[in-house]
């Protein structure tokens, strides 16, 4: 019987206990309680990350994640949102042949009084999905997939619902066997850019040449303003600041068209920051994370103008969030100067993919030249869940089918600005 580690729950303990077929399968060197087989894959589970983060930080080395899946990401938000938001860590590892092949970052939640399995983080990712060996991955098949499920399903206690939202159709370049067979399209997909070498050749394939005019024009404009810089910060302050900023006017902007907005004051917390904005926050303290968020800036006389909050991976360079001042400067587009700019250093610097992430707005579709599709997997276990899950998928239904027509869509936004305007009164 594995030992399970100081710091996980007598509950888990107590859970794996029941199901351990016996020795064959201790792991004295793995900091998590078996929980199963299948097949070749040895399942073990922590309900908690300081024990597995070392193993977790040394397989996504070469193992195929999303930025939101990275152990610093996972960390941050659980720190910054998750253990106040009344989310439990449940995290499985598979090993097959004493080497680790996958990692499933999940947790176990509750809400309207219904307990609910999610992936750590699902509020505020955009992606969700495994950590996992791209050579398992090629040859995990849905049914392997399903199976691993239903082992993780039985070890993580008596749940009500899953619950799990924008996983992305592939991972590790094959399709993704981890979504359930009676997953449904997200109301909204991914975007983005597959950069090639070459720069001026690519942008001009990409944009046409009066595009390009107008931009410089524009470029050009701004400039007689004042000093015009484009500079990447890494002093934690200064990018905490950035942040605070790039969250402010994404909000305006959000507000302003009446689309959703996932950066509102959020009620858990005294001060109302968002459990994003609290990450992101606290990504910019944590020592090991410099190099994996980017700040890239557009200034206009030492005062920025225009700010990109990246998450960089390998080849990958993720845009969270792009924003930009609305005062005078906004009709010479200072956030499209910066984008491209961006663009064109990621593109210099080695990177293969931009990635503008998931969302709606008029500037991923302007310039993607790729698409990720999005599931999400609403399925009841309990006879309350079961209850519950068709109102789940309903309301992803309706969501999905607003944005499939414009002039219903059209309304909601209105109503939504409304509200917001009525908020500020």
């Given at each position: 019987m594995s030992n399970v580690v100081s710091g996980q729950s007598a509950g888990l303990a107590a859970r794996a206990s029941k199901i351990l077929p016996g020795a064959a399968?201790?792991?004295?060197?793995?900091?998590?309680?078996?929980?199963?087989?299948?097949?070749?894959?040895?399942?073990?589970?922590?309900?908690?990350?300081?024990?597995?983060?070392?193993?977790?930080?040394?397989?996504?080395?070469?193992?195929?994640?999303?930025?939101?899946?990275?152990?610093?990401?996972?960390?941050?938000?659980?720190?910054?949102?998750?253990?106040?938001?009344?989310?439990?860590?449940?995290?499985?590892?598979?090993?097959?042949?004493?080497?680790?092949?996958?990692?499933?970052?999940?947790?176990?939640?509750?809400?309207?009084?219904?307990?609910?399995?999610?992936?750590?983080?699902?509020?505020?990712?955009?992606?969700?999905?495994?950590?996992?060996?791209?050579?398992?991955?090629?040859?995990?098949?849905?049914?392997?997939?399903e199976d691993i499920w239903t082992v993780v399903v039985d070890a993580c206690g008596p749940i009500d619902l899953i619950e799990f939202a924008q996983q992305p159709e592939h991972i590790a370049g094959r399709a993704n066997a981890f979504i359930h067979r009676a997953a449904m399209p997200s109301s909204c997909s991914a975007h983005l850019v597959n950069l090639e070498p070459g720069w001026a050749e690519f942008y001009a394939r990409l944009r046409g040449s009066k595009s390009r005019k107008r931009l410089r024009e524009k470029f050009n404009k701004l400039a007689r303003l004042g000093r015009l810089q484009f500079r990447g910060e890494k002093d934690p302050a200064v990018r905490r600041a950035l942040v605070r900023q790039a969250v402010a006017w994404k909000t305006q902007q959000l507000e302003a068209s009446g689309d959703r907005n996932p950066f509102a004051p959020d009620n858990t917390f005294a001060d109302g920051v968002s459990e994003i904005e609290r990450t992101l926050m606290t990504l910019c303290d944590a020592p090991g994370a410099r190099h994996k968020l980017r700040t890239d800036c557009l200034f206009l006389d030492g005062k920025a103008v225009a700010v990109i909050i990246a998450l960089v991976a390998g080849t990958r360079y993720s845009v969270f969030i792009s924003a930009h001042a609305a005062?005078?400067?906004?009709?010479?587009?200072?956030?499209?100067?910066?984008?491209?700019?961006?663009?064109?250093?990621?593109?210099?610097?080695?990177?293969?993919?931009?990635?503008?992430?998931?969302?709606?707005?008029?500037?991923?579709?302007?310039?993607?030249?790729?698409?990720?599709?999005?599931?999400?997997?609403?399925?009841?276990?309990?006879?309350?869940?079961?209850?519950?899950?068709?109102?789940?998928?309903l309301a992803r239904h309706i969501k999905k089918s607003l944005k499939e027509h414009p002039r219903v869509l059209d309304v909601v936004k209105r109503a939504n600005k409304l509200r917001s305007a009525r908020n500020l009164i």
């Open positions: 399968h201790d792991r004295p060197d793995v900091p998590a309680a078996f929980i199963g087989c299948v097949g070749t894959i040895s399942l073990h589970a922590s309900d908690g990350l300081d024990a597995i983060s070392d193993i977790w930080r040394a397989f996504q080395v070469t193992a195929w994640h999303t930025p939101f899946q990275d152990i610093d990401w996972v960390t941050a938000w659980y720190e910054a949102a998750g253990r106040f938001n009344g989310h439990q860590p449940f995290v499985v590892l598979g090993y097959e042949d004493g080497e680790l092949r996958l990692i499933l970052p999940l947790a176990v939640t509750g809400g309207g009084g219904l307990s609910k399995l999610c992936w750590l983080g699902q509020s505020a990712n955009d992606y969700n999905a495994p950590v996992i060996d791209a050579e398992f991955a090629e040859r995990c098949r849905r049914d392997l997939a005062d005078d400067t906004s009709r010479f587009s200072p956030g499209t100067i910066l984008l491209v700019k961006t663009m064109q250093l990621a593109c210099r610097a080695g990177y293969r993919k931009f990635d503008l992430l998931a969302g709606d707005e008029g500037y991923k579709m302007d310039w993607c030249d790729g698409h990720i599709g999005l599931w999400d997997d609403v399925r009841g276990l309990t006879m309350k869940g079961k209850a519950a899950a068709p109102l789940g998928r």
